[in-house]
């Protein structure tokens, strides 16, 4: 990697995103056979740990360079922009160096110190029952992305604590040797972020590993400051101030806008130099064309300015009195994501029959945009319904 390895002692934003089109452009290059595999390789999970961009999102006690979100959201776009199932788990490999964060210092201390990569389901589809201090977990969770190259996985239960009067999500964080991984992961989209299967048979986990999900989003704190006000940690750390799953979503529609930045440089190319023969007209010069790739040019700023939007949003939380409605950013998210969606959707409808030969940037990239629109937190339709209800005064209940 030579100059594109990045340093705790000394990064830049700039680094990093060099970083980050070096990863994108061997995932790009390995596309093929990452589809074949329905996962990256490993070849590119080294070079996302060679870069340190896993730990970009560490707090800076544990070495990490804590970049902003901006930063983040520019790294993972990047990266899309060559190859958007290399973009999902490069986003979500940082991402989940959060999770500790928000655990008890012990738990915390033995994963981020430990080093490895973090994978989660949240879905509390399995069981937990009580042994001691700590739990026994069972049960089987679907899209474990990037499971294969992970040492921790951090799974869905819900829990009834003795200090809470209902039941409550938690993600209890394994150790990836202990569970059974399905390779069950073949899909219409996304066939390179390796999303399987795994199943947990009657596993401990101690009290330290178990992330108290609802606590960690109403408080926005680590366990010891909500026992103590006066406890000492990071304070300055970026994910204490914001929202606690519209932060967390913050990858998805970067992916998308990546893609589809991609999605328009195609067009332009294949359409360039296109003859029509039903009227002989290079394509480039027919107003049909002009016309399409103008107005999914103006789409794409919509979505890149609503980008900003959010991200403003997230920052500006605090300041703003916390009043920001948990359905807006999942409203604004989801469009950002479906303008992507309709933009890959319409360059290749206006591209026609050409556009349809496997293995083409056209192919993965509408595909995978199309995936990302699949993901639960990315559904447009459930999005809006519940901003609606919002708007009207009622409680969505949607947790962003």
């Not at 590993?209 to 704190?221: H, N, P």
């Not at 940037?361 to 459930?382: C, N, Q």
Request: negative net charge; proline residues 4%.
């Amino acid at each position: 990697m030579g100059n594109y390895t990045v340093t705790e002692e000394m990064v830049t934003i700039e680094q990093l995103v060099a970083a980050a089109e070096k990863i994108g452009q061997l995932a790009e290059k390995e596309a093929q056979e990452a589809e074949k595999n329905a996962t990256i390789s490993e070849n590119v999970v080294n070079l996302i740990k060679e870069t340190k961009i896993n730990k970009i999102m560490l707090p800076k006690e544990y070495g990490g360079p804590q970049i902003d979100l901006k930063g983040f959201a520019q790294i993972v776009r990047k990266v899309a922009n060559y190859n958007i199932s290399a973009a999902w788990l490069t986003y979500l490999y940082p991402l989940h160096n959060i999770l500790p964060a928000y655990l008890p210092k012990k738990g915390r201390d033995e994963i981020i110190n430990q080093g490895g990569l973090i994978v989660d389901v949240f879905a509390a589809v399995g069981k937990a029952e009580k042994d001691g201090d700590g739990y026994r977990i069972n049960g089987t969770w679907n899209f474990a992305s990037g499971v294969l190259y992970s040492d921790w996985i951090g799974l869905g239960v819900t829990v009834q604590f003795p200090d809470r009067d209902k039941p409550e999500v938690c993600l209890p964080m394994l150790k990836t040797s202990e569970v059974q991984i399905v390779k069950n992961w073949d899909t219409f989209g996304l066939r390179g972020s390796g999303s399987n299967q795994v199943i947990v048979d009657n596993v401990y986990v101690p009290m330290e590993r178990m992330l108290r999900l609802e606590a960690a989003d109403i408080t926005g704190l680590p366990p010891e400051a909500v026992i103590n006000s006066e406890a000492e940690y990071d304070k300055e750390y970026p994910f204490y101030h914001v929202p606690f799953y519209p932060t967390f979503y913050l990858g998805f529609p970067n992916m998308a806008i990546g893609g589809a930045e991609r999605i328009l440089e195609e067009f332009k190319k294949l359409t360039e130099k296109r003859v029509r023969l039903m009227d002989g007209m290079r394509e480039s010069e027919s107003p049909r064309s002009q016309r399409v790739l103008a107005e999914m040019t103006a789409d794409f700023h919509v979505a890149d300015a609503l980008m900003d939007k959010y991200i403003t949003l997230l920052e500006n939380y605090e300041k703003d009195g916390r009043k920001t409605e948990r359905s807006e950013f999942f409203a604004i998210r989801t469009k950002i994501i479906k303008i992507c969606v309709d933009i890959a959707v319409r360059a290749l409808l206006t591209l026609g029959g050409g556009a349809l030969y496997k293995g083409g940037p056209m192919e993965l990239f509408l595909r995978d945009i199309i995936g990302v629109a699949t993901h639960k937190t990315s559904l447009y339709e459930d999005s809006v319904a519940a901003y609606g209800q919002d708007l009207f005064g009622f409680d969505s209940g949607v947790r962003g």
